[in-house]
């Protein structure tokens, strides 16, 4: 398991780590005339965590970034940022299938986090990303996603392992490509436990990974444009895949 030193920042983003990571986060640090509602839910949340907070001016606070952010007048240093084994992810059981996601080199950490941010929403076990030419976990990250991030496992390792290691665990792998014939409103992936495999911003799946797809679609497009945003597109597979789960 990998680990690096990083400051998060936003109220949401914060809330969020302090409900989900509890002691990971060090300190929390406050803009001195910060106030309302979610500044209240934060210090609360990390008294009842045992994470200590303290009140900084705006200088203080702006210096623990290396650039210009919108802060919204909280900071956090985390720990450590944890990446799950994929082992912990891996899991038949529950009411409904399993989702895992899989991204091939999304290099963009904001398509990274709203990716994070939907598979949260619908219900996702985990991530997987690429150890090399693909975005990590970051501010960014934690800050696009809203601290969607702290609620889900991510796993960094190699994609073809992982997707051959999960498919011997009963996993299906649909894999999202512009060039497929398959039409993902017309495929039959019944109630399957299923990895959505999804490619880096403007850039196919490699034929080593295509190869490993049990279902290869598209999403259908009727308007002027070729193509859609690999976030916009994953956001669009999954609620149809969950759509489907529910329906059986």
């Known amino acids: ?29 406050i803009l001195e005339t910060a106030g309302g509602k979610i500044i209240d839910e934060i210090k609360s949340e990390a008294r009842s965590r045992g994470v200590p907070f303290q009140f900084v001016p705006s200088a203080k606070l702006s210096r623990l970034f290396e650039q210009k952010v919108n802060h919204q007048g909280v900071a956090a240093q985390i720990s450590s940022i944890h990446y799950a084994d994929l082992d912990e992810i891996v899991s038949l059981d529950g009411d409904i299938s399993p989702i895992i996601l899989a991204m091939d080199g999304v290099q963009d950490v904001h398509n990274l986090g709203a990716i994070i941010r ?15 030419n ?3 976990i970051t501010t960014t990250v934690f800050k696009t996603s ?9 796993v ?9 290691r999960l498919k011997k665990s009963g996993f ?26 999804v490619g880096a911003e ?4 490699s034929p080593s990974l295509r190869k490993r797809c049990d ?11 070729s193509s859609l945003n690999v976030s916009n597109a994953t956001a669009i597979a999954l609620y149809e895949i969950r759509r489907r789960g529910l329906m059986n």
Not at 156 to 164: G, P, V
Not at 202 to 205: A, E, K, S, T
């Open 1 to 29: 398991m990998s680990t690096q030193k990083e400051f998060i920042f936003g109220r949401i983003p914060i809330l969020e780590s302090l409900k989900s990571l509890g002691m990971s986060l060090e300190k929390v640090f």
């Open 118 to 132: 939907t598979g949260v929403a619908v219900g996702a076990s985990g991530a997987i990303i690429p150890r090399h």
């Open 134 to 136: 693909a975005a990590g």
């Open 146 to 154: 809203a601290g969607a991030v702290a609620h889900m496992p991510i």
């Open 156 to 164: 960094r390792m190699n994609l073809i392992t992982a997707l051959d």
């Open 172 to 197: 299906w792998i649909l894999g999202l490509s512009t060039s497929a014939s398959g039409d993902i409103y017309k495929t039959d992936f019944h109630d399957l436990p299923i990895v959505v495999l």
């Open 202 to 205: 403007n850039q196919d799946l």
């Open 215 to 225: 279902f290869l679609v598209k999403i259908p497009l009727w308007g002027q444009v």
